[in-house]
């Protein structure tokens, strides 16, 4: 009964390949995000979706896409893997953007 | 441009030591205030959500209060189950949810 879950749990990879996470909630909630946390465990949010439509673009490299095929999925796609990609990347979810954000379990991405 | 700003970034308590954690925010507009556990490899588990100067909450061991500037969250009598990294979020004006984070507090709590 996971209320925010990703895949994979960890993903090591080399520089140049495209990789993807899947993010998926389970709580009915009309919002997602992601957020990468760098080594300093600082978090950063960079996209969030509502009901399927883009609501915050931070300003990350294009290489990075999101892609919501429904409200319940939030999936990160990054192109041409680079070794300052690696860090770990959570997904949450909130009932509408201005409610409590809940976090997944993270996907620790290592670019060799 | 908001901004959190979460002391110390490491903190050492022998159990029972009562404490606080302090987090200093500058933000246009505050919408509320996140407390936020974070265990080793897991993601963020939510806590606390404070909205106004004065306004305080309380889970078991923690309190959390909040000020114009400042957030603290006091560990009254903690267990080494308390160990963790304690983060600070703010939600300002706009419509998007959008959170900015400190860097954390890492608590350790010995037996």
């Known amino acids: 009964d996971t209320a925010v879950s990703q895949t994979p749990k960890y993903l090591v990879t080399q520089m140049g390949n495209d990789k993807s996470i899947k993010c998926e909630q389970n709580l009915g909630h009309d919002t997602m995000y992601w957020y990468k946390q760098d080594s300093k465990k600082f978090l950063k949010i960079m996209f969030s979706?509502?009901?399927?439509?883009?609501?915050i673009n931070e300003t990350v490299p294009n290489r990075f896409s999101p892609k919501s095929p429904d409200k319940a999925h939030l999936n990160l796609h990054i192109n041409s893997l680079e070794l300052g990609d690696s860090a770990v990347y959570f997904c949450a979810s909130s009932q509408a953007a201005a409610d409590t954000q809940y976090f997944g379990p993270g996907t620790r991405l290592t670019v060799l | 441009e908001d901004q959190v700003t979460q002391s110390p970034e490491a903190l050492r308590l022998q159990e029972g030591e009562s404490s606080s954690l302090n987090c200093s925010y500058t933000?246009?507009?505050?919408?509320?205030l996140f407390w936020y556990r974070q265990d080793p490899g897991k993601g963020p588990e939510f806590l606390f959500t404070?909205?106004?100067a004065g306004e305080e909450k309380e889970k078991e061991r923690l309190k959390a209060t909040l000020t114009k500037k400042e957030s603290f969250l006091h560990i009254t009598a903690p267990k080494p189950e308390d160990s963790a990294t304690y983060l600070c979020?703010?939600?300002?004006?706009?419509?998007?949810?959008?959170?900015?984070f400190g860097q954390g507090t890492t608590l350790q709590v010995k037996p």
């Open positions: 933000v246009s507009g505050l919408r509320g």
């Open positions: 979706y509502n009901n399927k439509e883009l609501i």
């Open positions: 979020a703010v939600r300002g004006s706009g419509n998007t949810g959008k959170l900015i």
């Open positions: 404070l909205y106004s």
